[in-house]
T-cell receptor
Framework: SQTIHQWPATLVQPVGSPLSLECTVEGTSNPNLYWYRQAAGRGLQLLFYSVGIGQISSEVPQNLSASRPQDRQFILSSKKLLLSDSGFYLC???????????FGSGTRLTVV | RKEVEQDPGPFNVPEGATVAFNCTYSNSASQSFFWYRQDCRKEPKLLMSVYSSGNEDGRFTAQLNRASQYISLLIRDSKLSDSATYLCVVTRNQAGTALIFGKGTTLSVSS
């Protein structure tokens, strides 16, 4: 069966520090991968999606970036965090959109 | 107009009640529709897909009206464990490259 792993679960980072969140999927090949963010009291915002290695589509201009160095690995990065980057970051995968997405357990990021 | 709109609630109902949530979406090109459930501080989990013919899964019934761009979720015989936030979700376009989530409707079931 397919599983998605996301870490760390919780992270507290100072303003201006770098960020790297990793997500991996097991048990499938060539998944579509997604990064979402949920700010406190707000809905899920799509940040990036990828349909293949090295293929990244950005949804929102900001100081975050994403990379997909391997088929089942998706990384979210920032060179310098802002207070407004705080939120619940969720990675998700799908094979086709018809069946919805499966989310990882998320990373709760607090920028202080 | 927001891409997906939901009444945020909260809906406070007693056990055994029937409750209905509604959702509207703005993009007529959307092809697939879902309801997700999100427990407090957890990731969203797929509750059910929504089909034009309507579909039922136990106590849950979902309906889609493409003409009105309207989706509904009916929960019968509410349980305490149904307390959660329910997210209405649609594909952004025909290519379905991304799912767009509503902000959710909060349900609280009490004994």
């Amino acid at each position: 069966s397919q599983t998605i792993h996301q870490w760390p679960a919780t992270l507290v980072q100072p303003v201006g520090s770098p960020l790297s969140l990793e997500c991996t999927v097991e048990g499938t090949s060539n998944p579509n991968l997604y990064w979402y963010r949920q700010a406190a009291g707000r809905g899920l915002q799509l940040l990036f999606y990828s349909v293949g290695i090295g293929q990244i589509s950005s949804e929102v201009p900001q100081n975050l970036s994403a990379s997909r160095p391997q088929d089942r690995q998706f990384i979210l990065s920032s060179k310098k965090l802002l207070l407004s980057d705080s939120g619940f970051y969720l990675c998700a995968w799908s094979l086709t959109y018809n069946y919805g997405y499966t989310f990882g357990s998320g990373t709760r990021l607090t920028v202080v | 107009r927001k891409e997906v709109e939901q009444d945020p609630g909260p809906f406070n109902v007693p056990e055994g009640a029937t409750v209905a949530f509604n959702c509207t979406y703005s993009n007529s090109a959307s092809q697939s529709f879902f309801w997700y459930r999100q427990d407090c501080r957890k990731e969203p989990k797929l509750l059910m897909s929504v089909y034009s013919s309507g579909n039922e899964d136990g106590r849950f019934t979902a309906q889609l009206n493409r003409a009105s761009q309207y989706i509904s979720l009916l929960i019968r015989d509410s349980k305490l464990s149904d307390s959660a936030t329910y997210l209405c979700v649609v594909t952004r376009n025909q290519a379905g490259t991304a799912l767009i989530f509503g902000k959710g409707t909060t349900l609280s079931v009490s004994s």
